[in-house]
């Protein structure tokens, strides 16, 4: 039996990266879980990727758990109030709320003042980032809170004690992730209550589908980007080797979510390594990765990598 039999959970934003991850962590401990996003088989969004939320539902069935996909744009708030309804209608509950919603990669003029930064872009990636997550928030809590002990899970980039002392290389990607960390805290004060909890989380630094891209590697072949020469002014790429999968802030959810004694956490801005040490998951291959302490401690500071200390 799943610790989580009988829950109800919806990941806005499942198809792909943490939220994908998540999907399949939270089926895999026995979860129904309901996963969105706009990109289809039938249809793509503005991202243009292949990945799908048929997909991240074909995931979760594979580890074990029951999916339902919907196509939901979040920022279209009929579409998230017929979501909600959905999920009464064929579940009759909500335990677990994570919203993931995203999308602002490609808008994103990284290490750009504001003044030059494409200013449509910015404005849009705050809509995406922000806006979404309160009308996904709006629509699915009056479920959530019919029963005490819901679990709503603000995902994020960043710590509230590295992105208050870090520029975020952008001005509107600081404003974004450190408006969800502030969001989590609203809430938390909002749902307490009436038993229900509120957290910020982060990944570190996440192997996500279009991470792995990026350096032209896969799940399977990732170590070589360690072996890559080191050119400046780009990190080294040897710190690559505190890098996670997106199951490892999955099994992160999953811990809280059957904590019986969540509600400490209350208001909380979380990380996957901080919370792995506290319940004892790890990662696919076994280890512990601690991507924010590792980045303060060694990668910010000019060291030089370590990054097997930190796993």
């Known amino acids: 039996m799943g610790t989580l039999d009988g829950k109800v959970a919806l990941v806005a934003g499942a198809t792909r990266g943490a939220g994908r991850g998540i999907a399949v962590e939270l089926g895999a401990a026995g979860a129904h879980v309901f996963v969105t996003g706009r990109t289809t088989r039938s249809h793509r969004s503005e991202y243009d990727r292949d990945e799908t939320i048929e997909e991240t539902a074909e995931l979760v069935e594979a580890a074990g758990g029951r999916a339902t996909a919907v196509q939901v744009d979040h920022l279209e708030t009929d579409q998230v109030a017929d979501l ?17 919603i995203w999308g602002g990669e490609n808008l994103v003029d990284w290490d750009t003042p504001v003044w030059e930064h494409d200013l449509a872009k910015g404005l849009r990636l705050l809509r995406l ?5 309160l009308v996904t928030s709006h629509h699915a809590l009056p479920l959530l809170i019919r029963r005490p002990g819901g679990l709503v899970v603000e995902m994020t980039d960043g710590t509230t004690e590295y992105n208050a002392a870090t520029y975020r290389l952008s001005a509107f990607y600081d404003l974004a992730k450190w408006s969800v960390i502030r969001l ?11 038993g229900a909890t509120a957290v910020a989380l982060t990944p570190g630094w996440m192997r996500s589908e279009m991470m792995l891209e990026h350096y032209g590697v896969t799940e399977d072949t990732w170590h070589e980007v360690m072996d890559r020469p080191h050119v400046e002014p ?15 802030v999955g099994r992160a959810v999953a811990a809280l979510a059957a904590d019986p004694d969540r ?7 979380l990380s996957s390594g901080q919370l792995a040490q506290e319940y004892g998951f790890t990662d696919l291959d076994g280890s512990r990765p601690d991507a924010w302490r590792y980045l303060v401690e060694v990668q910010d500071k000019g060291l030089t990598p370590n990054p097997e200390a930190y796993r």
């Open 184 to 194: 989590a805290w609203a809430q938390g004060h909002e749902l307490a209550p009436h």
């Open 234 to 248: 780009h990190p080294d790429p040897r710190h690559f080797g505190i890098s996670e999968t997106t199951r490892f």
């Open 84 to 100: 909600v309804a959905r999920i009464d209608r064929d579940a009759g509950r909500l335990d677990v709320l994570v919203n993931d």
């Open 129 to 133: 980032a922000v806006d979404t997550h």
């Open 263 to 269: 509600a400490r956490w209350n208001q909380a801005s």
